[in-house]
């Protein structure tokens, strides 16, 4: 069973941009399809992108089209998600998830969140 | 996108008592519908997928029920460690896969 692990918190000024990895630990990165999705302080969640490691298919919600880039290293088994031109709208949990079915687009394994704030 | 609309926002129950969250898309999406717990701090867990199929390790008293627009998530004979926050999420035909603003169900 495939455990994704993030790292860690970041605090980053407005403008700037950020990368958050995610490690599919215990399981090969071409075998699961990886989404980021964010959660703002109090709020729900918010579908981001997904990366589809084989046929490398890279899908983004149209909100972040442009200002996100998502990525996989498959040498070291890690996601990556990039967003620029930080404001502080994005400070947020960031999250990756995967399926154990693929396809399903439902989502059971989680990695712990990364906490980004955007703050001057 | 398809929009999930999720209600109550927050409601409040006392323990062994019944409780249904409701969820409506704002188009058909079949059965293509999920439902996650999420504890503060913690990342979401799946509870609920393809509308009615109860995750594995979920316990019973959660059920899932409803296609096209409108589904329900029950949980019966609320118990202490209910205390959390419930979503629903569509995986209907092509990304984004949208979720539901959330339910905070609170123990009395």
């Known amino acids: 069973q495939v455990q994704l692990v993030q790292s860690g918190a970041q605090l980053k000024e407005p403008g700037s941009s950020v990368r958050v990895s995610c490690e599919a630990s215990?399981?090969?990165?071409?075998?699961?399809?990886i989404t980021w999705m964010r959660q703002a302080p109090g709020q729900g969640l918010e579908w981001m992108g997904r990366?589809?490691?084989?046929?490398?298919?890279?899908n983004y919600a149209q909100k972040f089209q442009g200002r996100v880039t998502i990525t996989a290293d498959k040498s070291t088994n890690t996601a990556y998600l990039e967003v620029r031109s930080l404001r502080s709208g994005d400070t947020a949990v960031y999250y990756c998830?995967?399926?154990?079915?693929?396809?399903?687009?439902?989502?059971?394994?989680w990695g712990q969140g990364t906490l980004v704030t955007v703050s001057s | 996108d398809i929009q999930m609309t999720q209600s109550p926002s927050s409601l409040s129950a006392s323990i062994g008592d019944r409780v249904t969250i409701t969820c409506r898309a704002s188009?058909?999406?079949?059965?293509?519908l999920n439902w996650y717990q999420q504890k503060p701090g913690k990342p979401p867990n799946l509870l609920i997928y393809?509308?009615?199929n109860l995750q594995s390790g979920v316990p019973s008293r959660f059920r899932g029920s409803g296609s096209g627009t409108d589904f329900t998530l029950t949980i019966n004979n609320l118990q202490p460690e209910d205390l959390a926050t419930y979503f629903c999420?569509?995986?209907?035909?092509?990304?984004?896969?949208?979720f539901g603003r959330g339910t905070k169900l609170e123990i009395k």
């Open positions: 188009q058909s999406i079949s059965n293509y």
């Open positions: 393809a509308a009615s």
């Open positions: 999420q569509q995986s209907y035909g092509s990304p984004p896969y949208t």
């Open positions: 215990g399981g090969t990165l071409n075998n699961y399809r």
């Open positions: 990366i589809i490691p084989i046929p490398a298919i890279i």
């Open positions: 998830a995967s399926e154990s079915v693929p396809g399903t687009d439902n989502f059971d394994y």
